[in-house]
Antibody, heavy 117, light 106 residues
Framework: QVQLQESGPGLVKPSQTLSLTCSVS??????????WSWIRQPAGKGLEWIGR???????AYNPSLASRVVISLDTSKNEFSLTLTSVTAADTAIYYC?????????WGRGTLVSVSS | DLQMTQSPSSLSASVGDGVTITCRAS??????LNWYQQKPGKPPKLLIY???SLQEGVPSRFSGFGSGAVYTLTISSLLPEDFATYYC?????????FGQGTRVDI
């Protein structure tokens, strides 16, 4: 049973950087080929795919966020991370990590990140 | 970006009813179409992948069908635990995109 768990600050100030980590257990993050994704959901709204990283390190991002997003892998810790710069209130959402295939078969519980001064 | 349009946006049904949700893409997806169920306060759960393959552990009352740019999710006989929001999602090209969701209410 693969489990994913998001961690990171729940509150970020406007213009600062949001950093989240997804810890993976039950499988090796590089045991793939796998895709590891970040998705977000503002309160009461739908799902927005932020981007993904492949086991090889290749990334793909949503063009709407690409100038502010970096997703990276840390195989030694079996985790992957999201960095989103220059945040605004519009970035307030529940952030989910998910994987492993081209269909998102495993999800974390999600973590609420609020952007406020 | 590839646009995904779900219909209806919401529907009301009763236990035992059969329901069908449609997802239309702005171009062909070659069956790279997945369906998820989300309940309040929970992450989405994969139901169907590759248009029609049932994810392990998902009840057989859920089924997916379609090809090209049009796909459907059918629940053959609603149970109380099926009242939720359903999303389609395409993995044909990046950025991966989701439909806006269909809320299934009692």
């Amino acid at each position: 049973q693969v489990q994913l768990q998001e961690s990171g600050p729940g509150l970020v100030k406007p213009s600062q950087t949001l950093s989240l980590t997804c810890s993976v257990s039950g499988d090796s993050i590089s045991g793939g080929p796998y895709y590891w994704s970040w998705i977000r959901q503002p309160a009461g709204k739908g799902l927005e795919w932020i981007g993904r990283i492949h086991t090889t390190g290749t990334t793909a991002y949503n063009p709407s966020l690409a100038s502010r997003v970096v997703i990276s892998l840390d195989t030694s810790k079996n985790e992957f991370s999201l960095t989103l710069t220059s945040v605004t209130a519009a970035d307030t959402a529940i952030y989910y990590c998910a994987g492993r295939n081209w269909f998102l078969d495993d999800w974390g519980r999600g973590t609420l990140v609020s952007v406020s001064s | 970006d590839l646009q995904m349009t779900q219909s209806p946006s919401s529907l009301s049904a009763s236990v035992g009813d059969g329901v069908t949700i449609t997802c239309r893409a702005s171009q062909t997806l070659s069956s790279y179409l997945n369906w998820y169920q989300q309940k309040p306060g929970k992450p989405p759960k994969l139901l169907i992948y590759g248009a029609s393959s049932l994810q392990e552990g998902v009840p057989s009352r859920f089924s997916g069908f379609g090809s090209g740019a049009v796909y459907t999710l059918t629940i053959s006989s609603l149970l109380p635990e099926d009242f939720a929001t359903y999303y389609c999602q395409q993995s044909f090209s990046t950025p991966w995109t989701f439909g806006q969701g269909t809320r299934v209410d009692i």
